[in-house]
């Protein structure tokens, strides 16, 4: 990167977002950007770097309520609402993906909006995904909340809702807490349950995707289900 002669960059932030896109910022530099200023003594990147360590993470950051933002030094209402509204964005374009009506595509697709659905808790939560003969979206449910263990599900939960609603399919998934989405055996055992119920009631298991920090598990794409 060129340098000026007193040794700074040439380039900051605004400018090589502009001519290189986000993914070149890191994320206290993306923050910086929404902050626009920090305070005397403090540049915003400094300021971005600070609210990352005091929270943990650009996760807990952004599953932090905006009052308790507002109130770390040199934040303030303004620039704390910037911060929510951002995140509220990026939650609201993942959430566009999975609306009724949309289709299923990938254990990704599901994996993104669970793992924002569940941003900030240390709790282990089941999801069932109704679709209809077409494999599109009906609605998302939350079947369970456990511990940080397991959150315990039954046939049953997942689907007297698909009974309801008409779906002719489910997908089901849950995150682990730890990050790591390797399937534990008793993740293995559920999801046989929960296939050989469907058989029963004629409405297909297509899935279940085991959601971690950085990756996920399906169980299709692996193909330890015989589904799509």
Known sequence: METR????????????????????????????????????????????????????????????????????????AVRAAALGSAFGLARRLLEARLRPGTAVRCGRDIASIVRESVRGTRRETFFALLLDARHRILSLRVVSTGSVDSAPVHPREVFSPAVREGASAVVVAHNHPSGDPTPSAEDRAVTVRLQEAGELMGIELLDHVVVGDERCFSFAEEAFLPLV
Not at 43 to 61: D, S
């Open 5 to 76: 002669r007193d040794g700074s960059d040439r380039y900051g932030p605004r400018e090589r977002i502009v001519q290189l896109g986000e993914m070149r910022l890191s994320d206290a530099e993306c923050l910086a950007l929404l902050l626009r200023t920090g305070q005397r003594g403090e540049p915003a990147e400094a300021m971005a770097q600070r609210l990352l360590r005091t929270f943990g993470g650009l996760a807990t950051l952004a599953a932090a309520p905006v009052r308790e933002v507002a109130n770390q030094p040199g934040i303030g």
